[in-house]
């Protein structure tokens, strides 16, 4: 069985294609980049996706070597994420589910970015770190849900990073150019924010930025940024590992990618005998395979019409949480 996911929740708009043994055939994806000094534009994202989305599409089908008729479910991700992205993909999704006659899938991209995560590093029953541009969350599966045990109070991890990054005229994404920056850094004090299981990281971001403003050196800035945020998220994590009594811990969403957060996760899990598991980075970022991957996990021919595919109503504050996790 082969399903086709779309992505749109953000800057990216992409089309995967997935088999129901876990094999990724196709994960195209083109991204929407604001101009240099700008943050995320929603309408201009939405703009890009719908300009690109009939190319994607195209390029997924060719990438995977088949026909777009032999594709058998229809899957897009339905929240969370910006509206009018969002609205993009789920009008793409029915417009394909109706043209081939195929169910229509609605994914919570959250649940997806475990999903991924799962499959492809192997991790069975971990506490999840979800740490991307638009989320940060400390989640674990527990009768049936991803139960959310610490999330940020504010602004998300990666938007930090991305805030930072402006700031200092370094572009978007900010995650992989503050990586860059915090090379040869030395640490400078910046607030560290926990609330019991919960963060807050919009006081670093500007503190951070100030900082830089009076002259300190971006490379210290960008180091102590990381090095802060990254010790709070570490923090909350090990706590959560002690409570769920689980012994792994997965890393998905686009900070995954940080080679400094995995080399202190790696410290905090070897020294509690647990073992940490970080997503490869083409599935660390926004991408369709997640969604065409946990598209076929949800799909139970009974609830799906082949005749008439209606998208629900896109949900940009849809929590994983919210999710029945009715797969194994």
Not at 13 to 18: A, L, P, R, S
Not at 132 to 158: H, M, W
Not at 280 to 305: H, Q, R, S, V
């Amino acid at each position: 069985m082969l399903c086709l996911g779309i992505e749109s929740t953000s800057h990216t708009f992409g089309v995967g294609i997935v088999d129901s043994d876990g094999k990724v055939l196709s994960n195209a994806k083109h991204s929407y980049t604001p101009a240099k000094g700008k943050g995320m534009v929603p309408w201009e994202a939405a703009a890009h996706h719908s300009e690109c989305a009939s190319q994607v599409v195209g390029k997924a089908v060719e990438d995977a070597g088949i026909k777009l008729d032999d594709v058998d479910l229809i899957a897009y991700a339905r929240g969370p994420g910006l509206p009018p992205c969002l609205r993009i993909g789920a009008a793409v999704a029915r417009t394909l589910a109706l043209k081939l006659k195929k169910p229509l899938i609605d994914v919570n991209h959250p649940v997806a970015h475990i999903e991924i995560g799962k499959l492809t590093t192997g991790a069975r029953d971990p506490v999840v770190l979800y740490v991307s541009g638009g989320n940060t969350q400390v989640l674990a599966l527990v009768e049936k849900r991803y139960r959310v045990f610490g999330e940020t109070l504010d602004i998300p991890i990666g938007n930090a990073l991305d805030q930072f990054a402006r700031e200092a005229g370094l572009g978007f994404p900010g995650g992989p150019a503050v990586e860059a920056a915090a090379k040869g850094g030395k640490y400078i004090e910046l607030p560290y924010s926990v609330k019991g299981m919960d963060l807050s990281f919009a006081g670093i971001a500007s503190e951070a930025a100030r900082q830089l403003k009076t002259g300190k050196k971006l490379a210290d800035l960008a180091f102590s940024l990381q090095e802060t945020a990254f010790a709070m998220l570490v923090e909350v994590t090990e706590r959560a590992l002690a409570h769920v009594g689980k012994s792994e811990v997965l890393v998905v969403g686009g900070v995954a990618a940080n080679k400094r957060f995995a080399e202190m996760l790696d410290i905090m899990c070897n020294e509690r005998g647990a073992k940490a598991f970080t997503v490869p980075m083409e599935y660390a970022g926004d991408n369709p395979a997640m969604i065409a991957w946990t598209g076929l996990l949800e799909y139970k021919p009974a609830l799906y019409n082949k005749e008439i595919a209606l998208a629900k109503a896109i949900d940009q504050r849809w929590r994983a949480d919210e999710v029945e996790v009715t797969w194994g």
